[in-house]
């Protein structure tokens, strides 16, 4: 039975794009589930809004964005159903050939404006590898989408995965190569720069501190948050081993760092407990760590978790591999 609503949700969202879905997924103890969404791999929450943006994903090539309420789950895809008009900036970015209304969505990140404006970047695979850019209006009755750009990724990266906005119209951006990949950074003028000393195996996530002195990265292969100086000599690097392959990384509430990801195999062959979700709350100045949350199941509608979130009184997980929902956990 529990299969058959799944499903029946699913196909309707499918052929529903412009209906709000409040339905909740059943519960899994004390674990609950915002449905509505397919694979949502990426999660944001827009400051001082109710709504969370998600990345979704179909297939290799194409996926929506969606808006998920915090109060009443509601859930409605921005992009591409619902979206406005595009209207390329082609001064800010002239590299950018047109608009792409077709590609997987992956990782996002925010650009705070004002009174109700952002900007938001959402990094794009498909028939083009690069971060789409929309105007984000959040004035309304639910968030509205505009596609004004497009930033090429850098030439000779595998697959750019996270981004982060930086002073000064900056991004910083990860390129995820479990055998050796590295930061960027991009701005209008320079165009893509790689980070110096940021060569690592399989960054992934990525936040930056608001006076953008560091970064934090998701060490994937390393299974560690890993603090990164910017822009200062000598550079500096430390490792905060967490346990798991980190996914993406997020600011928490209280100013520390929210770590999401799982352990899907065991390292050398040796002995390990797998795990769909792990989080992690690491200190950015002490880099103490302290476990959150270890979903070893999973269950049909929930399969690997890839981000998280702090929403109120709960931690938020997108995920992928066939994921349908996302998993609310108590804090």
Same mark, same amino acid.
């Given at each position: ?7 029946? #949700? ?38 001082? !809004?109710?709504? $969370? ?8 090539? &194409? ?18 159903? *619902? ?16 608009? *792409? ?14 009174? /109700? ?9 498909? !028939? ?32 750019? *995965? ?7 119209? !900056?991004? /910083? ?37 608001? *006076? ?13 948050? $890993? ?36 352990? !899907? ?9 797998? #795990? ?23 269950? &049909? ?31």
């Amino acid at each position: 039975m529990l299969r058959t609503l799944i499903l029946c #949700s699913f196909i309707m969202g499918l052929f529903t794009p412009n209906a709000f879905s409040a339905e909740a997924c059943h519960s899994d103890g004390d674990v609950q589930f915002v449905c509505g969404t397919t694979n949502p791999e990426d999660l944001y929450q827009v400051p001082g !809004t109710p709504w $969370v943006i998600a990345s979704g994903r179909t297939s290799d090539s &194409e996926g929506p964005i969606y808006a998920v309420h915090i109060l009443d789950h509601r859930v409605q895809e921005i992009f591409p159903a *619902n979206a406005l008009a595009p209207e390329h900036d082609t001064a800010t970015y002239r590299d950018c050939p047109g608009p *792409n209304p077709v590609f997987q969505p992956h990782g996002l990140t925010l650009r705070e404006g004002s009174s /109700g404006m952002h900007t938001l970047y959402v990094v794009g695979h498909g !028939t083009r590898e690069a971060i789409e850019v929309f105007a984000l209006d959040v004035r309304g009755s639910a968030p509205t989408l505009k596609w004004i750009g497009c930033i090429p990724s850098p030439e000779g990266t595998a697959r750019i *995965n996270s981004i982060t906005a930086l002073p000064g119209g !900056t991004l /910083g951006a990860t390129n995820f190569d479990p055998s050796g990949g590295e930061l960027w950074e991009w701005d209008a003028s320079t165009g893509w720069i790689e980070v110096p000393g940021s060569q690592m195996n399989g960054p992934n996530g990525l936040v930056s501190s608001a *006076n953008g002195q560091w970064f934090y990265v998701g060490g994937w292969s390393d299974q560690a948050l $890993v603090r990164l100086s910017r822009r200062q000599s000598p550079i500096q690097i430390e490792l905060a081993p967490v346990g798991f392959n980190v996914d993406n990384v997020r600011w928490g509430n209280d100013g520390n760092i929210i770590v999401a990801g799982h352990v !899907t195999r065991c390292a050398d062959g040796s002995d390990c407990e797998l #795990s769909v979700a792990r989080v992690a709350r690491v200190n950015p100045d002490t880099l103490a760590v302290q476990q959150l949350v270890n979903y070893t199941e999973g269950n &049909e509608f929930f399969r690997l978790g890839t981000v998280a979130i702090e929403v109120e009184d709960e931690i938020w997980i997108g995920g992928i591999r066939g994921s349908l929902g996302i998993a609310r956990f108590p804090k």
